[in-house]
């Protein structure tokens, strides 16, 4: 049995690597504060003998410092999110992204922690218009998100050199999936579209549609965190990953997609029109992640490409939101 904190366990991603490990036989810690995420997620776990709830907040070390006691290893989930939301209040973004994460480097240092995988970002490459995305190449960052992700990759290898704390950042690209929310001001395009045509309402994208990105579902998502965390790999450790397919799909696609497979349950969505509206502010055009360097160190082999994600998704969408 491993003992695994999970810090914003409660939310998409983080509720989803609960369910994953307890399945598993280890001993899951959650801490969250619910800013973001969602009691009803793991409420399933409180009765389980294998579940702790630290109800808490990154940003005051003491708390950090107890749920780090004891584990072997942590999976750092805990973030504000959305590129928007920085941009509307980048002090809180940083204080939580920033702040929050060393407060967990010092607790796992200090906890002597075997290992700290925590999920960075896909922002990180900012400006930089190469395709595919390489690990090694990025740009400037073009939200304050972003630079708190990279300011996240930055700490983790000084600790790691200074401290020799083992750390493991992978750099999600638009994942999606089950117990992703559709709603709040900062949902993610998936989910929010999915709602919308459940609904008969016209989803909104933001500009001509030809904006493209590596989505990637929860089950890739989980695959490389479990790689990550248990590699026994030397050369694997201390660094950074893209977690994603290796494809991108555009908007335009996406939404096609979207309306064939809940057509499936609903006919009358097929015939919904689509509406365009102005380009977000921060928003890169393309996104599309090489996975070579996780396939050659971690043996990452993704699970699901688009289409199979979003089948999966949908079909859970309809069955849990309709």
């Given amino acids: 049995m491993n003992k695994i904190l999970i810090t914003g366990g409660a939310g998409f991603i983080g509720s989803n690597l609960c ?33 702790t709830l630290i109800e808490g907040d990154i940003r005051d070390l003491e708390t950090c410092r107890q749920a780090c006691e004891g584990q072997d290893y942590i999976l750092h989930q805990a973030a504000l999110g959305s590129v928007p939301r920085s941009i509307n209040d980048p002090i809180t973004t940083n204080d939580v992204n920033v702040g929050g994460f060393l407060n967990m480097l010092v ?19 900012g400006d930089s218009e190469a395709l595919p995305k390489v690990e090694d190449v990025i740009g400037k960052p073009l939200s ?39 709603n709040g001001a900062y949902a993610a395009v998936i989910p929010k579209f999915v709602i919308q045509l459940m609904n008969h309402e016209s989803p909104v994208i933001n500009g001509a549609g030809d904006y493209s990105r590596d989505f990637t ?4 998502v989980i695959q490389m965190n479990e790689k990550a ?13 893209n977690t994603a397919v290796g494809d991108r799909t555009t908007l335009n696609l996406l939404v096609q997609y979207l309306k064939e497979y809940l057509s499936l349950y609903d ?50 969408y309809w069955g849990n939101l309709k």
């Fill in 19 to 51: 369910d994953y490990f307890i399945a598993k036989g280890d001993h899951i810690t959650v801490l969250d504060n619910f800013a973001t995420g969602f009691r009803h997620n793991i409420e399933h776990l409180f009765e389980h003998p294998n579940f």
């Fill in 229 to 241: 965390m248990l590699s026994e790999n030397a050369a694997a450790l201390n660094t950074v990953y």
């Fill in 107 to 125: 607790a796992a240092r200090d906890a002597k922690v075997k290992r700290l995988v925590y999920a960075a970002s896909s922002s990180t490459y």
């Fill in 144 to 182: 304050p998100y972003a630079i708190t992700k990279y300011v996240n990759e930055l700490y983790a290898d000084v600790f790691s050199k200074t401290y020799g704390l083992e750390c493991i950042g992978l750099r999600y690209f638009n994942v999606f999936g089950r117990r992703q929310t559709p």
């Fill in 217 to 220: 579902y929860i089950d890739n």
């Fill in 267 to 316: 006919p009358e969505i097929d015939k919904i029109e689509i509406i365009h509206g102005p380009q977000r502010v921060g928003d890169i055009p393309h996104s599309l992640a090489s996975v070579d360097k996780a396939k050659q160190l971690l043996n990452y082999r993704p699970s699901h490409d688009i289409k199979a994600g979003l089948k999966e998704s949908v079909e859970w």
